[in-house]
């Protein structure tokens, strides 16, 4: 058989053109999937952050309404940074936030990054912000009758833990 005997009229094949369109195609599409999962990412990370940042500020918030709740002394500091609180056996504990988070010495939320107190009409007013910008407020409130308090402000900044 010779060359000439072949007749490439009827041979099956593709050619130089149709599999660079077909390379064009495929590479467009691909593209097209890779952007469609990207922004599906970004839309699944962006709806999961307020349930993120309720996940940080909810437990800090939950420790300080029990410990305001059995106490029969609460007092925040004068620049409302801090909060002084006593406990059923006279022990204070000072709840504020450091470079680790919100803090009493003895559990600390990292999540939370700035904590704010204040005494309203005779409730303890918490707002907290967490590390992502998320704020939240409570009104907090003792089960003691209100009594006069030990915490001065001469107690409280005798005894404000150093930044």
């Known amino acids: 058989m010779s060359n000439s005997d072949i007749n490439t009229d009827t041979e ?3 050619t130089l053109l149709e599999m660079v369109v077909t390379m064009g195609l495929f590479g467009a599409l691909t593209i097209m999937v890779f952007n469609l999962f990207s922004t599906s990412m970004e839309v699944s990370k962006n709806a999961a952050q307020p349930v993120n940042d309720y996940i940080d500020a909810q437990p800090a918030l ?3 309404s029990e410990a305001v709740r059995n106490s029969p002394d609460i007092q925040p500091a004068v620049g409302a940074d801090a909060l002084f609180v006593l ?3 006279r022990k204070y504990s000072v709840w504020r936030v450091t470079d680790a988070g919100l803090t009493n010495g003895l559990r ?3 999540g939370v990054q700035e904590a704010q107190f204040e005494d309203i009409d005779g409730l303890t007013e918490v707002t ?3 590390r992502s910008g998320f704020t939240t ?3 907090l409130g003792s089960r003691f009758p209100r009594t006069e308090t030990m915490f ?3 107690f ?3 005894y404000m833990p150093a930044s």
């Open 12 to 14: 099956a094949g593709f």
């Open 62 to 64: 939950d420790a300080l």
């Open 87 to 89: 406990d059923q056996e």
């Open 108 to 110: 600390t939320f990292k």
């Open 128 to 130: 907290l912000t967490t």
């Open 137 to 139: 407020s409570a009104r």
């Open 152 to 154: 001065s402000k001469a």
């Open 156 to 158: 409280m900044a005798a």
